[in-house]
């Protein structure tokens, strides 16, 4: 028998893949049920940093943090959807009450990496026309302990200025710690 001629290393090693070239856990059931459970906590504490962090990313043109990051954060593209930033970007002589009028290869840029990089689903739902990242219902959910008062108070303005609470903004660190009132 040619099994019998292997060595049991070696037919652990044959035995030891399943069908679709997988090898089986080692352990057994319970080492199986011990990786998917820190799987599951690696996906867990992976959506916590990103809940405090709204990184830009990598391929951010400098085109938009020049000309956006001139009057306001450069916000992460993804807190938007695709047709909300066609939106922004085909109005942005009227952007919010200023002119952010841009050269047609710049806005191109920019529209172009906007309506890549956006968001969906339940972050973007809700942003109303115009589009206005503050009325998300992701930002309302996330900023739902803020009172009328506060956004009205001359040292915040507004929802839209992120930096008068958030001390690490700029940093695109949003993290509950990192959170500084106005008093």
């Known amino acids: 028998m040619v099994s019998a001629q292997l060595h049991r290393s070696d037919r652990t090693r044959m035995h030891s893949r399943r069908k679709g070239g997988l090898r089986k856990l080692p352990g057994g059931g319970q080492m199986r049920r011990i990786y ?17 962090r709204l990184p830009l990313p990598a ?7 020049a000309e956006c990051a001139s009057c306001h954060l450069p916000f992460a593209p993804m807190l938007l959807s695709s047709p909300d930033w066609k939106n922004v970007m085909g109005n942005l002589e009227r952007h919010y009450g200023d002119n952010a009028s841009l050269d047609a290869k710049t806005r191109g840029e920019i529209e172009v990496y906007l309506t890549r990089r956006a968001g969906s689903g339940s972050r973007v739902s809700g942003a109303g026309d115009p589009p206005r990242i503050t009325a998300t219902d992701w930002f309302r959910r996330e900023h739902r302990e ?13 929802a839209a200025n992120c930096t ?9 660190s949003f993290r509950g710690r990192e959170i500084k009132l106005p008093k």
């Open 59 to 65: 391929d951010t043109p400098a085109s938009y943090r």
């Open 36 to 52: 998917i459970l820190l799987a599951l906590i690696a996906i867990g504490v992976t959506s916590i940093a990103r809940a405090d």
């Open 146 to 158: 803020v009172s009328a008062a506060l956004w009205r108070d001359p040292r915040v303005k507004s």
């Open 164 to 172: 008068a609470c958030h001390s690490r903004a700029e940093h695109e």
